[in-house]
């Protein structure tokens, strides 16, 4: 199941390839501790916070039911630049992330971006002028939008699209924790 945690505080378990020349045998678990998967590792952990919002880089991005492309599957490709995703565990230049709708999995970080991207969720929703709902109606999007947040303060949020711009009520929109700050 891919919500199973691959790397915990304790061991992953790594099939084992066979030694060269020698004939292939049943596929056996090597137990690593921690310090030996980090020794695997070209890179360590960013030094960024986790868990953390980011976005998809392009518009073709592999989810991995783990974090490496040649021992793990892939089990989604998300076709939407610019969709926000959580990190939630790092390693080596892999990042463990979350989608809107709660699918986990691994990506390598060269897909991801730290550009801040909302999605909209609910029904369809009213975006301000201002930060207040007494404001003028800036326009309305549609639940499943990606925006980009410009600032996030308080219970509003600042996003645009398309060359259009609004503040929209921070809990109408997955890409932000209650009371980040975001830009200004």
Do not use: H
Request: charged share 20%; net charge positive.
């Amino acid at each position: 199941m891919i919500r199973a945690a691959l790397l915990s505080l304790g061991t992953l378990a790594i099939a084992a390839a066979p030694a060269p020349g020698t004939a292939p045998v049943a596929p056996a678990a090597t137990k690593l501790t921690p310090a030996a998967v980090l020794k695997e590792c070209k890179e360590g952990p960013s030094g960024a916070p986790v868990p953390r919002f980011a976005s998809i880089k392009s518009n073709s991005a592999m989810l991995r039911t783990g974090p490496d492309d040649r021992r793990f599957p892939i089990a989604w490709e998300y076709k939407r630049r610019g969709l926000p995703v959580e990190i939630i565990a790092e390693y080596c230049i892999w990042r463990q992330v979350r989608d809107p709708d709660g699918t986990l999995g691994w990506m390598n970080k060269s897909l991801l971006s730290a550009e801040r991207t909302g999605y909209v969720t609910g029904g369809i929703r009213t975006l301000y002028t201002a930060p207040d709902l007494q404001s003028r109606v800036a326009w309305r999007v549609e639940p499943g939008t990606v925006m980009t947040i410009t600032l996030c303060e308080s219970l509003w949020c600042r996003v645009s699209n398309a060359g259009r711009s609004g503040y929209i009520l921070r809990n109408q929109l997955w890409g932000t924790y209650p009371n980040e700050a975001i830009g200004g």
